[in-house]
């Protein structure tokens, strides 16, 4: 039977399993931790606010409260430290190794580690095990790349369909609105799926969904990387003796093949992506928290909508891109009111004490998802189609870094302010979104200069230096 070339059901469909899971292990575990705390059941409420009614019932509720969320971020802080350096070193390789193995193990791979998280997940919950367990049970995941591997085996197999830097935009852009508009309907869901089943009925609905999700991407979808004839006998050997230095290669041949404005370049397009992600995800990781502590208290079905409207981001950046792209915008521009959305955004989350406040203040950060498709599509048009693989695993790499990096930092900075501000943590998200806007600065002013260099003067053969002109025409409409 012939495969597919689409990525895309198996994007939307991971990001369904994994958001349906999501926001219940972060309330699971709160929930585990305010039993072992107290020895009493989580306090659960059909109002919108349980402070209220708890405060009354104990006085030593808001110290329950401050106790648990430290607790929490710090139960945060263990799964990301343990997890960060296995899934940094097997995101580069893997992803790396891509362009010449297939894109197929950077997406398989890491869809195996996810269902055995989920089912470990599943196993604690159904038979109440030690909630410390799941720490442990994020190595599993990280062994195999985790999220990281995942989307830059998918990234890049859109990059090897695309035909032009426009449909390349695009279809990067479209395939984070397919993970803003699954996991969005996932989140919203998970409030009365656990209301009505608890929490066992929609870890294992994951863990299903991820069966299927494996089962297509080993059996339908086609391999864009085609592989050399079995005949050469040569290559096999070559393989097993040469297999680590050819997953570095194509990192190291990215940089080292180019000119020194262009590498320039970028390494600055790789700064303003880290460092806004850094500043988007450290914030964001902290809402389910935020909105779970005093004066909110929100029950799940609040989260279920807080958490879906986050979500929805996605799907309204794409049509931010879409649209700006159609309008001609400059991409940097693009860039950079997704970043001001962000900052926005944060700042209003800062000073949020009521349910609505919370909700109004993703309002501004419906854009900001609009960074992280632009500059991928900058930085591939830079980067020779044989190159992809090796661009989308540093990217991949770098992101599972910065991310991890950025949890561990702002749970430990929340953890010992939430007594006095919680909400300090965003005010520093949204402070640290002056490093992506400066660098941006600067790229305006080096860019021109790398649109008007000759592609030939690079030290590489004929055939990546006619690549390279191919791709240099995308330069000059991507950074005027």
Known sequence: MKGLYLVEPVVALYAFSTYLTYPLMQQYVYRRLWHDLTNSTYPISDNASTCAANRSSNINQSIYFEAMQQQASLFSLYSEVLSAIPSLVVTLMVVAYS???????????????????????????????????????????????????????????????????????????????????????????????LKVAGFNWPFLTSAVCQV?????????????????????????????????????????????????????????????????????????????????????????????????????????????????TYCGTPQLLIVLMGILSVAMGMVMMAFSK????????????????????????????????????????????????????????????????VAWYPGFVFLLSAGLCLIPMLLLGVVCVIGLDVTNEDPGSTSQGDKKTTETSEDQNDLSPLLT
């Open 212 to 324: 299927f999700i494996l089962l297509y991407a080993i059996f339908i979808l086609e391999e864009t990387v085609k592989q050399p004839p079995p005949d050469a006998a040569n290559l096999d050997e070559s393989r097993q003796r040469w297999a680590m230095q050819q997953m570095f290669y194509g990192v190291y041949q990215m940089f080292a093949g180019a000119s020194p404005k262009r590498r320039a370049l970028l390494i600055l397009l790789m700064l303003i992506f880290n460092s806004f992600c850094f500043t988007y995800m450290g914030g964001i990781s902290l809402f389910v928290l935020y909105e779970l502590n005093e004066p909110l208290c929100w029950t799940e079905i609040l989260i279920g909508y807080g958490t879906a409207l986050s979500t929805a981001i996605f799907l309204s950046s794409f049509m931010g891109v879409a649209a700006f």
């Open 354 to 417: 009521t349910t609505l406040m919370v909700f109004l203040a993703r309002v501004p950060m419906l854009l900001s998802i609009m960074p992280y498709a632009v500059l991928r599509s900058m930085m591939s048009k830079i980067i020779p189609k044989s190159e992809q693989g090796a661009l989308f695993a540093c990217l991949a790499f770098l992101e599972v870094l910065t991310s991890n990096v950025s949890v561990a930092v702002f749970n430990s900075l929340y953890a010992a302010t």
């Open 99 to 193: 362009d010449r193995g297939g894109r197929k193990l950077a997406i398989i791979l890491p869809l195996v580690g996810t269902l055995a998280y989920t089912l470990a997940l599943l196993s604690v919950s159904y038979f109440e095990l030690n909630v410390y367990i799941l720490v442990g049970c994020t190595l599993i995941s990280a062994l195999c790349g985790g999220l990281g591997t995942f989307l830059g085996g998918c990234f890049a197999y859109i990059a090897d369909l695309s035909e032009d830097g426009q449909q390349k935009t695009l279809r990067i852009a479209g395939l984070d609105s397919m993970i803003g508009l699954l996991s969005g309907v996932a989140a919203l869901s998970t409030g009365y799926f």
